[in-house]
């Protein structure tokens, strides 16, 4: 079973904080990896992808891959209340046959960024 | 900034109707992608569509689903037979490759009575 696992949370943060956000997969011969924020009643919004190991920084977000470990996190620098959604790990990972990846999505983790 | 849309945003539909949801890929893209969410429960794969065909579908996509581009733009789900358990968001997403960012429209909430 293909499986990512993320904390559901709620995790709570003050303002200005750095929040962490952690994913684990099942699947070692994954290609690329996501993620994905959400706001209550909308749809995914991409915010970092990642696809060799080591950081990954775009403005605030810095995306953290380990594939020996098979561990991706999110870090979010100088938190916003804005920021409070749940975040989405996403993985592609080996489906039916060769060559073939789809994307696996986490529960969510829920962030607080308390004002 | 290209956007992948969707319609309708919100589809009210009786147990054992058809459903057609419809979406408009981002226009580059090759790659197209349909995703279902029930009500607080985790983001699920349905179907992924490349070169006029199914490149992949999960257990959930059983007979009474169906995809088509009828056109240059739209890509279309249908559910044939609506079921109680149908209830649930539906996105749309497209992609340059395989592999690639998956950028999802808005969703089309379905709910069935």
């Known amino acids: 079973q293909k499986e990512v696992e993320q904390n559901s949370g709620p995790l709570s943060v003050p303002e200005g904080a750095i929040a962490s956000l952690n994913c684990t997969y099942s699947d070692r011969g994954s290609q690329s990896f996501f993620w994905y924020r959400q706001y209550s009643g909308k749809s995914p919004e991409l915010i970092m992808s990642i696809y060799s190991n080591g950081d990954k920084e775009d403005g605030r977000f810095t995306a953290q891959l380990n594939k020996a470990s098979q561990y991706v996190s999110l870090l979010i620098r100088d938190s916003q209340p804005s920021d409070s959604a749940t975040y989405l790990c996403a993985v592609n990972m080996a489906y039916s046959g060769a060559g073939s990846y789809q994307l696996t999505f986490g529960k969510g983790t829920k962030l607080s960024v308390i004002p | 900034e290209p956007e992948v849309t969707q319609t309708p945003s919100h589809q009210v539909t009786q147990m054992g109707q058809e459903v057609i949801l419809r979406c408009v890929p981002i226009?580059?893209?090759?790659?197209f992608y349909w995703y279902r969410q029930i009500l607080g429960q985790k983001v699920e794969f349905l179907v992924s569509?490349?070169?006029?065909?199914?490149?992949?579908k999960s257990e959930i996509f059983d007979d009474q689903f169906s995809v088509e581009r009828p056109d240059g733009s739209n890509f279309t789900l249908k559910i044939r037979s609506t079921k109680l358990e149908d209830s649930a968001m539906y996105f749309c997403?497209?992609?340059?490759?395989?592999?690639?960012?998956?950028?999802f429209g808005p969703g089309t909430r379905l709910t069935v009575t």
């Open positions: 997403a497209s992609s340059e490759g395989i592999s690639y960012e998956q950028y």
């Open positions: 569509f490349y070169n006029n065909e199914i490149s992949e």
């Open positions: 226009s580059n893209h090759l790659y």
